[in-house]
Each structure stands twice: as C-alpha cells, then as structure tokens.
C-alpha cells in the first residue's frame, strides 16, 4: 500500500510528517492544488495533498480534482484517505460527529468529472456501485476503535456545488433523497479516484448542522469551533490508521 490524505479545511498541513520532501508535480491536467508532501509518519512514508491548496485558497469547485489525483497516480499512490468536513443532516449527525461514509450522491455541475474524455480514450464506464474502498473503510473504523474514538459506519454524503451553503428546502430534498451529510468536495474526487483504480474512502467530521436542522442559521464561528475541536480526533486516526497499515 502506498497511502496518499487528502487533508481539506482544517487540514491544510499534517504537522506529524517528519522528513518531509515537496514535490511540485504537473499533469496533463495542469498542476495541483499543492505541491505534494512526501514524508514520514509512525515511521511510514506516505503524501500529503492539501485540497484548498496550502493557503486554503482554491473554493470547492475551483479544485483542479483530475490534477490532484492524477499527480498522486505518478507518484504511484495505491491508496487515497480524504478528510473532509461536513455539514449533518439526519439526527445521528450531530456536529462534531466522526463518520466514515459508504454512499454518496452527486448535485455538482460543471466540474471537470472524469479522465474518460472523448477523444483520448474509448468510451468507458467505470462502476461505481460503492463509490468507497471497503478495504479502506473497515480500516478507518478499525482506526478510531484503537483510538477509543466513536465513529458513525456508513452514511449517505450529498456533494454540492458551493461555495455558498444550502437553503433550508435543498437540504429538505437532499434529506429525501437520503443523504445524511452534506459537503462540497466529495465529487468528482471519488469518482475520478475509481477511474484511477484508486481504493479511496473519507473521514468526515460534522462541523454543523445542514441548514434549518439547527437553531437558526449556519454561522463561520460554530463551523470554526466545531473543527477546531474534531480536528485533533482525526488526526490521531490518521495516526493509528498508518500503524495498523504497517506491513500490509
Ligand atoms: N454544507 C456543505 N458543505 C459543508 C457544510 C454544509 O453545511 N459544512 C461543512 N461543509
């Protein structure tokens, strides 16, 4: 296994890394979001992308996603944990809640969503039945269980365009179409990892209530507190998740 995080807001660096190497990589398509950190942790190497690039600049549907994956194809990455943050939307999704994903579904438009271009290779369909690695989803929870962390195991993830935040009546709909989450960068990531042949899964942190599931309206500052507070219980997963790699 050679294992890439992807780290998104909150997670711009992975301060643990240690004999760390920047890497700018190009792709045919273009450059991305950052250049990749090569380094150590719990005596593994591993590469470190940050997805809003390092100053957390590029919005969510700024993200040159092929470029990213693509780059971390070159560097002959086999698996990808991609840590994001989340919006809760059903009653087990309560800010600050850990949760490893198995669905999603997809309400981005007009992003570059697949490698499969017409043109540069023959028409293809990837399946995409479990868009999540199971591999690596029974690890992430194998993870936080040695960590004495709780995770949610499974959950729907709705992706939207952004950068703005829902109205109350799209996450209404989002609720009947049975998503339980809400975030921005979940696609085309995953689906561009799978046409990569990528395993991939993510660790969502809840970071507030969808809009109209809480008290009033959604504000930066409980975002910031809520990411502020989760963010270290992902990064002692990431830690265990590594150690439990060893050997494999
Ligand atoms: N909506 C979309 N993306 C998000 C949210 C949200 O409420 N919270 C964190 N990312």
Redesign the pocket.
């Known amino acids: 296994m050679r294992l890439a995080v992807i780290g998104g807001?909150g997670l711009g660096r992975l301060e643990e890394l240690k004999d760390v190497r920047r890497e700018v990589v190009s792709t045919p398509y273009g450059t991305p979001s950052a250049p990749l950190a090569i380094g150590q942790l719990e005596g593994q190497e591993i590469v470190f992308l940050a997805r809003h690039g390092e100053e957390h600049t590029i919005p969510?549907h700024r993200i040159n996603y092929r470029a990213n994956l693509a780059a971390l194809k070159q560097l002959g990455v086999t698996h990808v944990l991609a840590v994001?943050?989340?919006?809760?939307i059903t009653p087990k999704m309560a800010p600050q809640t850990l949760v490893v994903p198995d669905q999603l579904i997809d309400y981005t438009y007009g992003r570059a969503h697949t490698f499969f271009e017409t043109g540069n290779s023959p028409v293809t369909h990837v399946d995409f039945t479990y868009p999540y690695s199971q591999e690596l989803r029974c690890k992430l929870i194998e993870a936080a269980t040695v960590c004495g962390l709780k995770v949610v195991d499974g959950g729907c993830y709705g992706c939207?365009q952004?950068p703005r935040?829902?109205t109350a009546a799209e996450?209404r709909r989002m609720e009947g179409d049975g998503c339980d989450l809400?975030?921005?960068?979940g696609m085309p990531e995953a689906a561009l990892a799978r046409e990569l042949e990528l395993e991939y899964a993510s660790l969502g942190l809840?970071?507030?209530?969808?809009?109209g599931k809480g008290e009033g309206v959604?504000t930066m500052a409980q975002?910031q507190a809520n990411l502020a507070a989760g963010m270290g219980k992902v990064r002692q997963i990431l830690k265990a998740f590594v150690q439990l790699g060893q050997g494999t």
């Open positions: 807001s969510p994001a943050t989340v919006g809760g939207t952004g935040l829902e996450i809400v975030g921005m960068t809840v970071v507030n209530w969808a809009a959604v975002i």
